[in-house]
């Protein structure tokens, strides 16, 4: 062998060792998206007595929003036996916050579960039915989870169980955010997504994204319901005074009667939405639930007062529905000789989940659920604070069954009704759902 022959071979085997260590880099790698997500589902199989164990302690010891105390009290406690990297209490009020680093580098995924129960009393015949009863508006009131969020809370307790045991195949980091007072807090305080927003849930660490579910009483256990941009509406606090002359009401003509006006005003709010806005594209709810003005038959008052709610799906009809609230209601009163002052109050935003995100998503629901499991739902005029995170970051909020799959939709109780039940048999698809979501978009699918 000469010296260039020597070289040759020399070089050959660099290559060949060098290929080999790749190779053995790679081999080391110790398990693929595909066997990480079927160890997780074995994980989340096995844990379903606990997650309904859980669930059905939350459902018998329900607090009302932003008294949270003693669920908080349990979430954290779980949270700090699974050893996360950092659990965080009292964020907006009761909230509860925990973070798992993953052992690979990659984004951070924020996941959401809310807490609170309802001012309701339980008639349901379950064994684990709530007796609890608390304060409310000056009131004793029964308390309930008549809506799931005892579901919720016990599915994410379970995720972090799951993903902490897999934490050194995880990639990036997950913040799961347990959140008080989704049904919105007290008079005279603040809560809920819009409060953990305000005090940095979203920020330290940065998450990137973030997922939330909600279980349903009228989905089948088994199936998931999502949609593309706007699923749930805005819900906006209306608030009229129109302002007239009160007179004898035998001689209106000596005044400016409000209450005429206000009632003109009422039917010309319905065309904001009859004739105003792309109802085929995006639908629009406008209603007042409370009039008041004047105190006798036979006299014109010098003012009358409504309020309302409006509901929206989309953020830009939700502005032209807005000026075109003020604009009918400050016209028409003007055309009476009278003036209308029109607060609008925003409340919670559309929960928009983000096309383009959920179009990548929409295969991991698919994968995890089956494809014909997973159906697009009509948008609900019902409102939900999950989008006030997703006025920071893309989310995406799906429908999660939780009906009797005997049951059809019409026997199935309502959400926010003293039958509330669900089928505990759907929650495990909501652990598995959570578990794909986080390996397929810190793996870029
Ligand atoms: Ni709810």
């Not at 798992?100 to 807490?115: S, T």
């Not at 009131?139 to 169980?161: N, Q």
């Not at 990639?171 to 959140?179: E, L, N, P």
């Not at 006798?296 to 007062?305: H, S, T, W, Y």
């Amino acid at each position: 062998m000469d010296r260039k022959q020597l070289l040759i071979a020399f070089t050959l085997l660099f290559a060949v060792s060098i290929s080999a260590f790749a190779q053995s880099k790679k081999s080391a790698k110790p398990l693929d998206d595909t066997q990480l997500k079927t160890q997780l589902d074995n994980l989340a199989e096995s844990i379903e007595p606990k997650v309904i164990a859980w669930r059905r302690d939350f459902h018998e010891f329900p607090e009302l929003s932003n008294r949270e105390f003693r669920t908080a009290k349990v979430i954290a406690e779980h949270l700090e036996s699974l050893k996360l990297d950092e659990v965080r209490k009292g964020v907006g009020k009761t909230g509860v916050v925990g973070v798992l680093k993953g052992g690979l580098p990659g984004p951070v995924v924020a996941l959401r579960a809310d807490m609170d129960g309802l001012p309701i009393t339980e008639k349901a015949d379950l064994p684990f039915a709530s007796k609890a009863k608390a304060e409310y508006n000056g009131h004793e009131v029964g308390v309930m989870h008549a809506c799931g969020h005892d579901s919720h809370v016990a599915i994410l307790m379970g995720v972090a169980e799951v993903l902490s045991q897999k934490r050194q195949q995880l990639r990036g980091t997950v913040v799961f955010i347990f959140q008080p007072a989704e049904e919105g807090p007290p008079a005279g305080e603040r809560g809920g997504a819009e409060l953990m927003v305000a005090e940095g849930v979203l920020d330290n660490p940065k998450a990137e994204v973030i997922f939330g579910l909600h279980i349903n009483s009228m989905t089948p256990a088994g199936v998931i319901r999502y949609r593309a941009g706007g699923m749930m509406a805005s819900a906006d606090q209306l608030y009229i005074k129109v302002n007239g002359k009160g007179v004898h009401a035998s001689r209106p003509w000596g005044g400016n009667d409000p209450i005429t006006a206000a009632a003109y005003i009422i039917a010309g709010l319905q065309t904001v939405v009859s004739r105003m806005s792309p109802i085929t594209d995006s639908p629009v709810v406008v209603s007042i639930g409370s009039i008041e003005g004047g105190n006798r038959g036979n006299i014109i008052p010098d003012f009358v007062e409504m309020r309302g709610t409006i509901r929206t799906l989309d953020p830009e009809v939700r502005e032209e529905v807005h000026e075109n609230i003020r604009k009918v209601a400050t016209n028409i009163a003007e055309s009476q000789g009278t003036t209308a002052e029109v607060v609008i109050t925003k409340a919670t935003p559309t929960t928009f989940n983000n096309p383009e995100l959920t179009r990548k998503m929409l295969p991991t629901l698919e994968a995890v659920a089956g494809e014909e499991n997973v159906k697009v739902t009509l948008p609900i005029t019902g409102a939900e604070d999950f989008a006030e995170y997703q006025l920071k970051i893309p989310g995406l909020f799906f429908f999660l069954g939780g009906m009797d799959k005997n049951m059809s939709p019409e026997q199935a109780p309502e959400h926010h009704t003293a039958g509330f039940r669900l089928d505990e048999s759907g929650f495990t698809l909501g652990v598995k759902a959570f578990c794909h979501l986080v390996v397929d978009y810190s793996g870029g699918k």
